[in-house]
């Protein structure tokens, strides 16, 4: 299996620009998790789906901010608009259940925000 | 909130010691706790899963332990490697809702 799948890799962006951050989970994995990593907060979830319904966006900061997953292998987390303070690394993790099952995780999309 | 402390945040050991990593959560109704190391400009990457009702998970040279009562986890790396030197992260999650809570993790560097 490729395992969990981000793109772009890397984008950096100018303030107010529209950012999508796409994800592919791992065939079979009914759960996915979107993670954002900063030096100052470390690593907080955004917002986690089961079976492509969202569960738990309590840990999506703002309006500015909002995830879609249409099927079963593929998400999506858009900015609108950016702002700098969204400079950070957005992880994408799947797992297999949402209770006790090991998170697998992505690359990651290294987000800059000019 | 549950809060999760890690110490210390860096590390730097000689290659061919054990070596002991610390985990600590204020809320011990956690429904289980994971460690996962993350390598420079990547991922995390599951390591063990230790589950609320377990003591401890054993992997190789890795072994994680759990005492939900003093809301600690150790994670012990037997015979260092060099290849071992990354971040550390532990996360715990409790019985109720689906947040995950993560360490800030500890910085480990084993040298040649």
């Known amino acids: 299996d490729a395992g969990v799948i981000q793109s772009p890799r890397h984008e950096v962006t100018e303030m107010g620009q529209e950012v999508t951050l796409r994800c592919k989970p791992i065939?079979?994995?009914?759960?996915l998790f979107w993670y954002r990593q900063t030096m100052m907060r470390g690593l907080e979830l955004l917002i986690y789906?089961?079976?492509?319904?969202?569960?738990?966006d309590s840990g999506m900061p703002e309006d500015r901010f909002s995830a879609k997953m249409p099927n079963a292998s593929f998400s999506t987390l858009k900015i609108q608009p950016s702002e700098p303070r969204d400079s950070a690394v957005y992880f994408c993790?799947?797992?297999?259940?949402?209770?006790?099952?090991?998170?697998?995780f992505g690359p990651g999309t290294r987000l800059t925000v000019l | 909130k549950q809060e999760v402390t890690q110490i210390p945040a860096a590390l730097s050991v000689p290659e061919g010691e054990n070596l002991v990593l610390n985990c600590s959560f204020t809320?011990?109704?956690?429904?289980?706790l994971q460690w996962f190391r993350q390598d420079p400009g990547k991922g995390l990457t599951s390591l063990l899963l230790i589950q609320s009702s377990q003591r401890e998970q054993t992997s190789g040279r890795l072994n994680a332990s759990l005492d939900k009562s003093s809301g600690r986890s150790t994670l012990y790396i037997a015979a260092s490697q060099p290849g071992d030197s990354a971040t550390y992260l532990c996360a715990v999650r409790l019985n109720t809702g689906n947040q995950f809570y993560f360490g800030t993790g500890t910085s480990l560097t084993v040298i040649p």
């Open positions: 993790a799947s797992s297999a259940g949402h209770t006790t099952d090991t998170q697998y």
């Open positions: 809320d011990s109704a956690i429904y289980n």
């Open positions: 065939s079979g994995h009914n759960s």
């Open positions: 789906f089961n079976n492509n319904v969202p569960i738990d």
